[in-house]
């Protein structure tokens, strides 16, 4: 993907990450796979961009993070993430704006 | 230590950025990887992620991503430094009192003289509660030329106390002291004493004045007497400062 790609993916991954995150928890090594398969790998992400829009979101107060472990399935405890409140009503705006961009970028291109 | 210990550690070293953010990154990134290596063999994990220096240029790329606060630090850092390699060398308080900083030092190299103004204020010249430099103007003023109601200094003007090698003060004690209670190699004042004392109580070992007390050495053995002396001149004299003049161990001029 060309520097044009990369910027425009990187404008949206907050919202991809939050749209994720409204569905259910998820851990970063799930969200690095989730956006991989969903995007059929065009948002195949590397960690050193993942954790620091983690940080991002966590510092926001728009996901927060908890350890959980899966006794059935495995004893080592995992680092999920979960919207908060406040990340559902960002994300809302932010789709909004989206829609926005989205409609204007169609009406000068088509 | 194992294969994603080390990894982990060589993209740390790669990272410029703070503790707490180094401590995240060491964190989720080893969790990432041992999550991984779960799946797939770790050397094709590491692989995938490529050199250690790959993975902490792409976190930096991320966490700089917005600059605007990072250049904001840069350039006070930067106008902190222009200030230092200028003329002036200068240091203000961020906390204030009243809208006074706390702290304000400014030093001229050279050139015009710097005005420091503060609670604590340290310059060329000087003004505050607690004030030191050349010329210091204050409640406690240490320096040169010092003014204050307490003053040290080369030349010490003081209300209340002076202290220097030449004092002025209600109290002044010094080579030269002028004032209401004068101690020093010369004393001049209302109760002078020293090597050569003029005034209306004048104790030394060259007294001139109304009431005179002929020693070189104020102690335990002249105590009644300076008492005695101070309290005929100045009938109305409080307790405490006679207190001060008679508690004194002195030595004065050479002992015969």
Same mark, same amino acid.
């Given at each position: 993907?060309?520097?044009?790609?990369?910027?425009?993916?990187?404008?949206?991954?907050?919202?991809?990450?939050?749209?994720?995150?409204?569905?259910?928890?998820?851990?970063?090594?799930?969200?690095?796979?989730?956006?991989?398969?969903?995007?059929?790998?065009?948002?195949?992400?590397?960690?050193?961009?993942?954790?620091?829009?983690?940080?991002?979101?966590?510092?926001?107060?728009?996901?927060?993070?908890?350890?959980?472990?899966?006794?059935?399935?495995?004893?080592?405890?995992?680092?999920?993430?979960?919207?908060?409140?406040?990340?559902?009503?960002?994300?809302?705006?932010?789709?909004?704006?989206?829609?926005?961009?989205?409609?204007?970028?169609?009406?000068?291109?088509? | 230590?194992?294969?994603?210990?080390?990894?982990?550690?060589?993209?740390? *070293?790669?990272?410029?950025?703070?503790?707490? =953010?180094?401590?995240?990154?060491?964190?989720?990134?080893?969790?990432?990887?041992?999550?991984?290596?779960?799946?797939?063999?770790?050397? *094709?994990?590491?692989?995938?992620?490529? %050199?250690?220096?790959?993975?902490?240029?792409?976190? =930096? *790329?991320?966490?700089?991503?917005?600059?605007?606060?990072?250049?904001?630090?840069?350039?006070?850092?930067?106008?902190?430094?222009?200030?230092?390699?200028?003329?002036?060398?200068?240091?203000?308080?961020? %906390?204030?009192? =009243?809208?006074?900083?706390?702290?304000?030092?400014?030093?001229?190299?050279?050139?015009?003289?710097?005005?420091?103004?503060?609670?604590?204020?340290?310059?060329?010249?000087?003004?505050?509660?607690?004030?030191?430099?050349?010329?210091?103007?204050?409640?406690?003023?240490? &320096?040169?030329?010092?003014?204050?109601?307490?003053?040290?200094?080369?030349?010490?003007? /003081?209300?209340?106390?002076?202290?220097?090698?030449?004092?002025?003060?209600?109290?002044?004690?010094? /080579?030269?002291?002028?004032?209401?209670?004068?101690? &020093?190699?010369?004393?001049?004042?209302?109760?002078?004493? /020293?090597?050569?004392?003029?005034?209306?109580?004048?104790?030394?070992?060259?007294? %001139?004045?109304?009431?005179?007390?002929?020693?070189?050495?104020?102690?335990?053995?002249?105590?009644?007497?300076?008492?005695?002396?101070?309290?005929?001149?100045?009938?109305?004299?409080?307790?405490?400062?006679?207190?001060?003049?008679?508690?004194?161990?002195?030595?004065?001029?050479? %002992?015969?």
């Amino acid at each position: 993907m060309n520097e044009v790609g990369k910027q425009l993916k990187k404008g949206v991954i907050e919202i991809l990450i939050l749209e994720l995150l409204s569905g259910e928890k998820m851990y970063g090594y799930q969200l690095i796979q989730e956006l991989d398969l969903r995007s059929g790998g065009v948002f195949r992400m590397k960690e050193g961009t993942l954790y620091p829009v983690l940080y991002r979101l966590e510092d926001s107060k728009y996901i927060e993070s908890f350890w959980e472990q899966d006794m059935e399935r495995r004893s080592v405890p995992r680092k999920y993430y979960r919207i908060t409140p406040s990340g559902l009503a960002a994300l809302q705006g932010m789709k909004r704006e989206l829609d926005t961009l989205f409609t204007a970028i169609r009406a000068i291109l088509t | 230590m194992s294969k994603i210990d080390n990894y982990v550690n060589e993209v740390l *070293d790669c990272i410029i950025a703070d503790n707490d =953010m180094k401590r995240r990154i060491a964190s989720d990134l080893t969790l990432q990887l041992n999550e991984a290596a779960r799946a797939e063999d770790i050397d *094709d994990v590491l692989e995938r992620m490529g %050199t250690p220096k790959e993975v902490a240029k792409e976190f =930096m *790329d991320s966490i700089y991503e917005n600059k605007s606060e990072l250049f904001d630090e840069i350039i006070a850092e930067r106008k902190q430094e222009a200030v230092f390699s200028k003329r002036v060398l200068e240091y203000k308080s961020k %906390t204030t009192v =009243m809208g006074i900083p706390l702290v304000h030092i400014k030093l001229s190299r050279y050139g015009k003289p710097a005005v420091a103004k503060g609670i604590i204020a340290i310059g060329t010249f000087s003004v505050g509660v607690i004030s030191i430099g050349a010329i210091p103007v204050g409640l406690i003023s240490i &320096g040169g030329l010092a003014l204050g109601v307490i003053s040290l200094g080369g030349l010490a003007v /003081g209300l209340l106390l002076a202290m220097g090698g030449v004092a002025i003060g209600a109290l002044a004690l010094g /080579g030269i002291a002028v004032g209401l209670g004068a101690m &020093g190699g010369v004393a001049v004042g209302e109760i002078a004493i /020293g090597g050569v004392s003029r005034g209306t109580v004048a104790i030394g070992a060259n007294p %001139t004045g109304q009431y005179r007390l002929l020693t070189h050495h104020i102690g335990a053995e002249t105590r009644s007497q300076v008492e005695e002396l101070i309290r005929t001149a100045f009938p109305k004299l409080p307790d405490w400062i006679i207190n001060l003049f008679k508690g004194l161990d002195i030595t004065i001029g050479e %002992t015969r």
